[in-house]
């Protein structure tokens, strides 16, 4: 069992940054993979980053691609989501997951993560 907590989100103007933190524990960290989700009300849940177990592979939607950075320490079994150039389309509620991996690679799909937090929001006004 892997418990995740999300912090870190708030209300802010568009253009501003916010960092997102996910605190893992429950087992080992380090071969567990590690994703952000975010849901906006009335659409369905969708990828926003992946990070492989080591921190190697790191992958990022489109959408967020050059705004967002998704990063992990593995000694403090925490994952963290940095948030720059925020729109107020990026309003949502941010989900943090995880699922052990046997391979070092990210995932891409909610289905494929075992374990969520409970979310955080995240509110850019324009």
């Known amino acids: 069992q892997v418990q995740l907590v999300e912090s870190g989100g708030g209300l802010v103007q568009a253009g501003g940054s916010l960092r997102l933190s996910c605190a893992a524990s429950?087992?080992?960290?380090?071969?567990?993979?590690m994703g952000w989700f975010r849901q906006a009300p009335g659409k369905e849940r969708e990828f926003v980053a992946g990070?492989?177990?080591?921190?190697?592979?790191?992958y990022h939607a489109n959408s967020v691609k050059d705004r967002f950075t998704i990063s992990r320490d593995n000694a403090k079994t925490t994952v963290h989501l940095q948030m720059n150039s925020l729109k107020p389309e990026d309003t949502s509620v941010y989900y943090c997951?995880?699922?052990?991996?046997?391979?070092?690679?990210?995932?891409?799909?909610?289905?494929?993560?075992?374990?969520w937090g409970q979310g955080t929001q995240v509110t850019v006004s324009s």
């Open positions: 997951a995880a699922r052990v991996a046997n391979t070092d690679r990210v995932y891409y799909t909610e289905y494929e993560y075992e374990y």
């Open positions: 990070i492989s177990w080591s921190g190697a592979r790191i």
């Open positions: 429950g087992r080992t960290f380090s071969d567990t993979a």
